[in-house]
């Protein structure tokens, strides 16, 4: 089975994959970086990654070696075509052991010395430390064995994680396009689907019956897929549901007259996510619109959203953002949500790496929330996603972009309260 990953990159061209990669390397300039090392084992927490190289999962170990001028691949034979196929210049290795080759050839391939070296861990981002303890201890030791003698091994080394998080977030135009036309499908899938669910209906039922849309589109356009897993896409709560965790999957829940019920689904067009949330009420006999305090949750909800997008402007943190959504929930009474405002969207996983609006201070720990300290920046492609967390609350989630006069939303903010009979 291939990955959405795979998927992704396949369907992107040549041309694109290349000019990822080579705003990779530039950055690595930028940022006084000379060789970036990717460690590839064939597993799924890679899967974010390489897309901001222009690579993709296959089914072996794989060594990606950039500098600012070079990008090389030390493969196994069985990946060397599909490497050169994505513009790597490549190192064919005859067995499936990477790591005594590259130890070997590294210096012939980018001449000695070797300068220092980021690898994909991270002491502070736990989303990008992704190369293991283990793989860590023996690419450092060979490495410095061979080109760095008498040195402690870790002298050399340095943490990618701020190249990665600066590449996940800062988009080309390309990636913008198909960020943009993810969130509308979603939307239209979304729209379409309200409109047809019925009291009675499980949250399960609910699901199905976004999928069923979803997929009718799928089968006429190959670029698309589901934004995450489609056990939890769309996640369905309703009632005492929507009081608790958000990423929980649809249930046997009923959806009863006089609650309420909301989505979060995403589809993705060639690997890039949409992710919105939308929400409705069950009228009970005899309405024919919601009542006031669900009126009052969908206006407080996009006031907290309106208010983000102004406050979203390049320099600023992504605490300050979230401080100015969440303030306007918990000024109207409601608890505080227990989630950030909102996350860096891309290519490979919907929470893609970089900034996000959320709490500068973990509750449970009183720890810094790192990403929250970063500042964001024009092209950044993020979410406002404000929660009223209680029994028969609400949501509502629309994705953009950064750009000099704040949030610009890829689709509106949900136009109304869908009324499910």
């Not at 949501?395 to 136009?415: C, K, L, M, N």
Request: hydrophobic share 40%; with cysteine; charged share 20%.
């Amino acid at each position: 089975m291939f990955s959405w990953g795979f998927l992704m990159t396949a369907a992107l061209t040549l041309e694109q994959r290349v000019a990822k990669r080579r705003q990779a390397q530039q950055l690595m300039q930028d940022m006084g970086i000379p060789m970036w090392i990717t460690w590839v084992e064939d597993n799924a927490a890679e899967e974010a990654h390489l897309p901001l190289i222009g690579a993709h999962r296959g089914a072996a170990t794989v060594a990606y070696v950039l500098t600012p001028e070079k990008a090389v691949s030390f493969c196994p034979s069985i990946e060397a075509q599909i490497q050169r196929d994505d513009g790597f210049e490549v190192v064919e290795l005859k067995g499936r052991g990477v790591l005594p080759p590259l130890v070997d050839q590294l210096g012939s391939v980018f001449g000695e010395p070797i300068p220092d070296i980021a690898l994909n861990y991270s002491g502070t981002f736990g989303a990008v430390d992704t190369l293991g303890h283990g793989n860590y201890m023996a690419i450092t030791r060979r490495l410095a064995e061979r080109y760095h003698a008498g040195e402690h091994p870790d002298s050399r080394f340095m943490p990618a994680d701020e190249l990665i998080m600066a590449i996940a977030s800062a988009k080309l135009p390309f990636e913008i396009d198909y960020l943009r036309e993810a969130s509308q499908i979603t939307y239209a899938v979304l729209d379409e689907a309200f409109p047809q669910i019925r009291s009675g209906m499980t949250e399960k039922d609910a699901a199905a019956l976004v999928q069923s849309i979803a997929e009718a589109r799928m089968a006429k356009d190959s670029r698309l897929g589901y934004s995450w897993a489609k056990g939890f896409n769309p996640i369905v709560l309703t009632g005492d549901g929507i009081a608790g965790s958000p990423h929980a999957p649809p249930s046997d829940r009923v959806i009863q007259s006089g609650s309420t019920v909301y989505m979060d689904f995403g589809i993705s067009v060639n690997g890039y996510h949409g992710d919105l949330q939308h929400f409705g009420y069950v009228l009970q006999d005899g309405e024919t619109e919601a009542p006031q305090h669900v009126l009052a949750m969908y206006e407080l909800l996009v006031r907290s959203i309106t208010a983000g997008m102004r406050a979203a402007l390049p320099g600023v943190r992504g605490y300050e953002v979230d401080e100015v959504c969440r303030k306007i929930i918990t000024s109207a009474g409601h608890p505080s949500f227990k989630h950030g405002t909102g996350h860096q969207l891309g290519a490979g996983n919907t929470h893609t790496p970089g900034a996000a609006f959320t709490v500068q201070f973990s509750e449970e720990t009183g720890l810094t929330v790192p990403e929250s300290h970063l500042k964001i920046q024009k092209g950044f492609t993020m979410t406002i996603e404000p929660r009223i967390q209680i029994a028969n609350g609400a949501s509502i989630e629309i994705d953009g972009v950064i750009t000099d006069a704040g949030f610009e939303p890829f689709a509106p903010i949900q136009e109304r309260i869908y009324l499910v009979r």
